[in-house]
């Protein structure tokens, strides 16, 4: 552990005591902490106010029995949790993620990483997550549909459009959403903004779908002119996963002049010399809800090869980490900088391990943490808030570029912070302490309740 503060070091430890067992969420607050030592000698006023160690702590955790029906009439029981994790600078917002590995330990570490994330987008928008440990990969349309209305059932008693409004994660897209607001509509009588990533048929929002790869790569773009004067022109690139963010990042990086040549999925990798084709990605995935598998036998040249990891093995210059967290490690990061990657911007929440971000930073690699560059998807989300409130809707145009300019204008406030606080070019901590300042002059703004 890296703590020069005493102060810091004493607050990482209460976090240690009281949230023991919770690998993910410490491994999120101890990277917030060790960015914020140049904060704590500037700003005594928000030590003295208490801040960091209220927001090392949810404001509210709400964990419920998710029961629900199969299609052979038997009773199923699943866990769900809404982590309402800060509120000062809007109503909570983030997604759901449904995925047998959800527990309290993943939320609590999404739902702080997203507190910063919502702050960093200049939007009014507090952090929340929420989910539960259901596998909708073996289940039916129906059985999806009975357990995200029973999920919903309970949901609707704690958010609201200036309450707290949910929306997709990994295992949660438009599907999902359409089950959980139908319900939420109901049960209250109202049709208002309280879910994002609608479709497009009922409040949904135009470039939504698209947001989270889109955004990853405005940001990745801005940051290789900015700092390197280079684009994706030209560039070799390797996205990992096959979902929304992934699926959307290599459509983008594609349309800027790269190649993107691997994808995957939890199982395996595909590697296409020839440049991934994206509509067949698109039919495997969004169409069929398969397995990235088949991409190999159904395009001529494209080879699949078993266990998701191998993924970081593949030459590239432009790595898009966008599955899940902790998907590169140390020996993966190695591998990507023996390779000559030069930039990694992640898609996914917190990607790459402490370990891999250390190697990035030792070997001048360009590194956007995820709390910055997969922003554009919980940004658009508070677009169609916006649009939803005000019973209107822009144009793909439109939403797309004002993403474009949230994406830039994230960049720079990240880059600028790192700058002020001495540490140049370091987007991480240059993130995290853009994100904290806004949320923490709020919370402060706003005084303690006793
Ligand atoms: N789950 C996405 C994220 O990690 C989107 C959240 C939202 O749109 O509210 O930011």
């Not at 357990?147 to 897209?173: N, R, W, Y």
């Not at 494209?302 to 432009?318: F, L, N, Q």
């Not at 822009?394 to 994406?407: C, G, Q, T, Y």
């Amino acid at each position: 552990m890296s703590f020069q503060s005493q102060y810091l070091l004493s607050v990482y430890q209460a976090v240690c005591q009281r949230n023991a067992g919770e690998p993910e969420f410490l491994q999120a607050v101890q990277e917030v902490l060790e960015s914020l030592e140049p904060v704590v000698n500037k700003r005594p006023d928000l030590v003295k106010a208490g801040i960091i160690e209220r927001l090392v702590e949810p404001e509210r955790m709400i964990q419920f029995r998710v029961s629900w029906v199969d299609d052979k009439g038997e009773v199923r029981v699943n866990r769900g949790w809404r982590v309402q994790y800060n509120s000062a600078i809007g109503p909570y917002k983030g997604g759901l993620r449904l995925h047998p590995s959800v527990n309290a330990s993943i939320l609590k570490f999404l739902g702080f990483e997203q507190t910063f994330k919502n702050s960093l987008t200049g939007l009014p928008i507090g952090g929340a997550k929420g989910g539960a440990d259901f596998n909708s990969r073996d289940k039916s349309e129906g059985e999806v549909m009975r357990f995200c209305q029973s999920f919903a059932t309970e949901l609707t008693k704690h958010i609201g459009a200036d309450t707290d409004v949910p929306a997709g994660d990994i295992g949660v897209g438009p599907r999902e959403i359409g089950f959980m607001f139908g319900q939420y509509k109901r049960l209250s009588n109202e049709f208002t903004g309280t879910f994002t990533g609608k479709s497009l048929y009922s409040g949904g929002s135009w470039v939504r779908k698209e947001a989270t790869g889109y955004g990853l790569c405005y940001f990745a773009q801005e940051m290789l002119s900015h700092i390197k004067q280079d684009s994706f022109e030209g560039k070799t690139v390797v996205v990992s996963g096959s979902g929304n963010v992934a699926i959307y990042a290599s459509e983008k990086a594609a349309q800027l002049g790269a190649k993107v040549v691997a994808m995957s999925d939890s199982d395996g990798y595909i590697y296409d010399e020839n440049g991934i084709d994206l509509e067949v990605v698109k039919q495997i995935k969004e169409v069929e809800r398969g397995r990235i598998k088949s991409y190999a036998e159904r395009v001529p040249g494209a080879v699949y090869t078993p266990g998701c990891g191998e993924i970081w093995s593949v030459k590239c210059d432009v790595a898009l980490p966008c599955a899940t967290q902790n998907e590169i490690n140390g020996e993966q990061a190695q591998q990507l900088v023996n390779n000559g990657v030069s930039v990694v911007a992640e898609g996914a929440n917190m990607p790459c391990t402490p370990e891999a971000v250390e190697i990035f930073r030792a070997n001048h690699v360009l590194f956007s943490p995820g709390k910055a560059s997969n922003a554009g998807g919980v940004a658009v989300s508070s677009l169609e808030m916006c649009q939803n409130s005000m019973r209107y809707s822009w144009s793909f145009e439109e939403v797309d570029a004002k993403l474009k300019w949230i994406m830039a204008n994230i960049f720079h406030n990240a880059y600028q912070a790192s700058e002020e606080f001495d540490h140049k070019g370091d987007l991480v901590i240059g993130a995290n302490i853009a994100g904290f300042l806004k949320v923490a002059e709020a919370m402060k703004w706003q005084g303690v309740a006793y």
